[in-house]
């Protein structure tokens, strides 16, 4: 397997202390990524907060399938949960979102002077900082765009009707699936420098060329085929790019590294690596 287990010591930690915390919570956000989101849905969490109300924010929406996105918000409404497509971007989504919060985290004749506590959790680098950013309306969370930034729990209040426990991203010791490891490090949530790539581009490739070859025709200015083999493919792009090394031939890791980066930042398309 190419990706490697990773379970640092502060992950195991935040989640006793996420267990501890539990019954002060009236509402718990989790947090997706809209393009994995059966991969970034922590199963430790589904055992923990099995009796807790809880609203799916499939994040980074923008850079997910749209047609895709549609149908996981079906798929979770059969299973009674309410999943919404969330783009951290666009800030009028927050509003909203505090409304939803509050209806659904409310009890009944709830004082208006006893805020909602809700906590929001999620795999690394899924959106959480800019997330409970945007939700106190100034900077609270450091943002950056790579796993495992937050690394202890803090008390935010947003307002005077919500407090929110802010959580390290927590991953699970072990994947049941090679694949949900793919999907994880090709997606961010685990640090590339602990990742190798060698096997998950092949998976990535696999899946754009049965998904979306159009796409990835009209990005990398090419004619592929469903019957190319993917090293043709990635071969092919790194020649495109001019990410060769002396001699001519190309720089694989530099290949890999462009191929994933595009896949992130959506320059191939809105592309979803699940569907239900």
């Known amino acids: 397997m190419s990706v490697i287990q990773w379970y640092p010591g502060h992950m195991a930690k935040a989640n006793r202390e996420l267990k501890k915390a539990l019954p002060k919570i009236d509402l718990v956000i989790e947090l997706l990524d809209a393009r994995i989101p059966l991969a970034s849905r922590n199963p430790l969490f589904e055992q923990t ?29 059969e299973k009674g949960l309410l999943a919404i497509p969330y783009n951290s971007i666009k800030r009028q989504q927050v509003n909203s979102l505090i409304k939803t919060c509050l209806n659904l985290g409310s009890k009944p004749n709830q004082s208006r002077f006893k805020p909602v506590h809700l906590v929001i959790i999620g795999i690394p680098n899924v959106g959480k900082s800019q997330l409970i ?53 090709l997606s961010g949530a685990i640090k590339d420098s602990i990742t190798d790539f060698a096997d998950a581009i092949q998976y990535l490739v696999s899946h754009l060329k049965t998904h979306y070859l159009n796409e990835v025709n009209s990005y990398f200015q090419t004619r592929f085929s469903a019957q190319d083999e993917n090293h043709l493919i990635i071969e092919k792009i790194g020649e495109k790019r001019g990410l060769l090394e ?6 694989e890791e530099g290949t890999y590294r462009h191929l994933i980066q595009a896949y992130r930042k959506g320059k191939i398309g809105r592309i979803s690596l699940e569907f239900p």
């Open 133 to 185: 950013n945007q939700l106190a309306n100034r900077q609270i969370a450091r943002v950056q765009n790579r796993p495992a930034i937050t690394q202890q729990q803090q008390w935010i209040p947003i307002g005077t009707q919500l407090t929110l426990l802010d959580t390290p991203g927590i991953l699970w010791p072990k994947f049941d699936e090679t694949e949900i490891g793919y999907r994880l490090g």
């Open 49 to 77: 907060l099995a009796n807790k109300k809880r609203l799916l924010l499939l994040n980074k929406s923008d850079l997910a399938d749209p047609i895709a996105t549609k149908k996981w918000v079906a798929y979770y409404k």
């Open 246 to 251: 002396p001699g001519g031939h190309i720089n």
